[in-house]
């Protein structure tokens, strides 16, 4: 075969892979949502809202264990699980920790709260020793979503990075040196309908 066709077929093959290329990354850019339409996993996604405001049901123990089950479910870095969770019942210790800070409010109004709690130490240690708060974050984000799609409500209400915060709730639940309090999760059963915000934003996203 002549030099010149070896050339041809290569440019040809080229081509066809970046042509290729472009027909995915437009497919991906165009895509509509109607071929998970119907999927309960992600319309609970979705239609997820915080909510603060909750009457006075309270979720059944097993409808706890599946958020317990469910936050520690979440993903972790190198599956290291430096969490723990802390369920709130008791309304005198509810009503303290909503009384000690306006954002932690919601906690007094909720039949319970799920505290979620990092344990730096159990993480990686060095450059690696914040990715406790990624894993912290993940396992809030599950107990919402869960809470969610059995029909209850709730809303993460941040405990962490705040130094004041931390160290009251430290003090009211007793918890030991080893943990930090990352987030309060209130949860009960919506006193109103609340509406999912719509946060799609086409150019908050790029295809290379
Ligand atoms: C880490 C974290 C901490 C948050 N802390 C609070 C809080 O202290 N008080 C509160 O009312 N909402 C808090 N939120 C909820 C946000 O305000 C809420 O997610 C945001 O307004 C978007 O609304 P949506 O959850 O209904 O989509 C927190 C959310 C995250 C992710």
């Given at each position: 075969?002549?030099?010149?066709?070896?050339?041809?077929?290569?440019?040809?093959?080229?081509?066809?892979?970046?042509?290729?290329?472009?027909?995915?990354?437009?497919s991906v850019v165009k895509a509509d949502v109607s071929d998970v339409n119907g999927d309960e996993t992600i319309e609970d996604i979705m239609t997820r809202?915080?909510?603060?405001?909750?009457?006075?049901?309270?979720?059944?123990?097993?409808?706890?264990?599946?958020?317990?089950?469910?936050?520690?479910?979440?993903?972790?870095?190198?599956?290291?699980?430096?969490?723990?969770?802390?369920?709130?019942?008791?309304?005198?210790?509810?009503?303290?920790?909503?009384?000690?800070?306006?954002?932690?409010?919601?906690?007094?109004?909720?039949?319970?709260?799920?505290?979620?709690?990092?344990?730096?130490?159990?993480?990686?240690?060095?450059?690696?020793?914040?990715?406790?708060?990624?894993?912290?974050?993940?396992?809030?984000?599950?107990?919402?979503?869960?809470?969610?799609?059995?029909?209850?409500?709730?809303?993460?209400?941040?405990?962490?990075?705040?130094?004041?915060?931390?160290?009251?709730?430290?003090?009211?639940?007793?918890?030991?040196?080893?943990?930090?309090?990352?987030?309060?999760?209130?949860?009960?059963?919506?006193?109103?309908?609340?509406?999912a915000?719509d946060k799609w934003d086409e150019?908050?996203v790029?295809?290379?």
């Amino acid at each position: 075969m002549k030099s010149s066709m070896w050339l041809t077929l290569f440019l040809a093959a080229g081509l066809v892979c970046v042509s290729a290329r472009l027909a995915y990354v437009e497919s991906v850019v165009k895509a509509d949502v109607s071929d998970v339409n119907g999927d309960e996993t992600i319309e609970d996604i979705m239609t997820r809202a915080s909510v603060r405001r909750f009457t006075e049901a309270v979720p059944t123990d097993s409808m706890v264990q599946v958020l317990l089950r469910a936050g520690m479910a979440a993903h972790s870095i190198g599956n290291k699980q430096p969490w723990r969770m802390t369920v709130l019942v008791d309304d005198e210790i509810k009503d303290s920790v909503a009384g000690a800070f306006r954002n932690l409010k919601p906690v007094g109004d909720a039949p319970l709260a799920i505290v979620v709690c990092g344990v730096p130490g159990e993480t990686y240690q060095g450059e690696g020793d914040g990715y406790w708060v990624a894993d912290c974050s993940a396992m809030a984000q599950n107990v919402n979503i869960a809470a969610h799609a059995m029909g209850l409500g709730s809303v993460t209400c941040a405990v962490y990075p705040r130094s004041e915060r931390m160290a009251k709730v430290k003090e009211l639940l007793e918890l030991p040196d080893s943990v930090v309090p990352f987030a309060m999760i209130p949860v009960g059963y919506p006193k109103a309908a609340n509406t999912a915000k719509d946060k799609w934003d086409e150019n908050k996203v790029s295809y290379k």
